[in-house]
């Protein structure tokens, strides 16, 4: 794609449009290279035009709260897309339904559904990212996950094409669903129910405790690293990785986090390489070990 084009487009528009854009403190990793461009746009109208004039000719990568993914420190030649402030609007619907902007982070929306004295959204003050990521990875802890409160979901495609999805349509699975890798989540509305604000407040705050016990907290790490292993024992993918592999090894500055060894560390300035030399160690070592293959839940963007 001719850079002319893009340029031309970025000079039309409000929002942020950068080239030879660094990606390293765009992820809670902290690791990365440079993205050709970084657009954030600042309204549906800029993100459609865009999306007409480039969605099926530009690679396209969106970045959310950058919580899950690890990004290799080439030059990734495309265009990353950040939604703006406008992208993580709520509002309120009657019986208890609230919608939510893709670029709402989960613990935004738990603390406004507990404001209004909705409940059932509780777990997501524990899942560090957006509305939109977790969409895209039917995120969830305590045996709660998206897909139990999504009513629908509003999407717009490559070619710019807007589009309401309802839960029923959509095919969930463990940190997946069947929707298109090329839609762009815009937003999505939830059901909740009724709970007094006080009861909402203290299930938050005893699942905080409880998440922050065995968690990782205030240091560069991308979250739960491996997804538990389905159809196998009952076994979390935590045990597997505590009996395979010695829990001090490192690659550079890339360790395993003593409070809960599925969560990877960049200690101070880890490379990419580092990180995927653990990943991939750990996941040879399990392997052998025990028959189980595991797979990764943090995105590699290679």
Not at 35 to 55: C, H, T, V, W
Request: glycine fraction near 8%.
């Amino acid at each position: 794609m001719n850079n002319k084009e893009l340029t031309s487009f970025a000079n039309e528009i409000n929002g942020k449009f950068i080239f030879d854009y660094d990606l390293k403190k765009t992820n809670w990793f902290n690791i990365g290279g440079k993205a050709k461009a970084y657009f954030k746009p600042e309204s549906l109208n800029e993100l459609s035009i865009f999306l007409k004039k480039f969605g099926t000719k530009e690679k396209i990568f969106l970045l959310g709260a950058g919580s899950n993914i690890l990004i290799n420190e080439k030059l990734f030649n495309g265009i990353v897309i950040k939604l703006g402030k406008n992208f993580s609007n709520i509002s309120i619907l009657p019986n208890k339904t609230i919608v939510a902007g893709a670029a709402t982070t989960d613990k935004k929306l738990s603390e406004f559904a507990a404001s209004n004295s909705i409940g059932g959204l509780e777990f997501l003050s524990c899942i560090p990212g957006t509305v939109g990521g977790g969409l895209r990875m039917n995120s969830g802890c305590f045996k709660k996950e998206f897909k139990d409160i999504l009513i629908s979901v509003q999407a717009i495609d490559r070619n710019g094409k807007i589009l309401t999805i309802p839960s029923s349509k959509i095919n969930f699975g463990y940190r997946r669903n069947d929707l298109s890798k090329d839609l762009i989540f815009l937003s999505a509305s939830f059901k909740g129910e009724e709970k007094s604000k006080e009861k909402v407040e203290e299930d938050i705050k005893i699942l905080l405790n409880e998440k922050n016990k065995t968690q990782p907290t205030k240091t560069k790490t991308g979250g739960s690293t491996f997804k538990n292993p389905l159809d196998q024992t009952d076994q979390k993918v935590w045990e597997l990785i505590k009996k395979s592999v010695p829990l001090e090894t490192k690659f550079g500055e890339a360790e395993i986090s003593q409070k809960h060894c599925n969560f990877f560390v960049n200690k101070s300035n880890a490379s990419f390489e580092d990180m995927k030399k653990l990943i991939d160690f750990v996941k040879k070592n399990v392997k052998s070990k025990t028959g189980i293959e595991l797979e990764t839940e943090i995105e590699i963007i290679e």
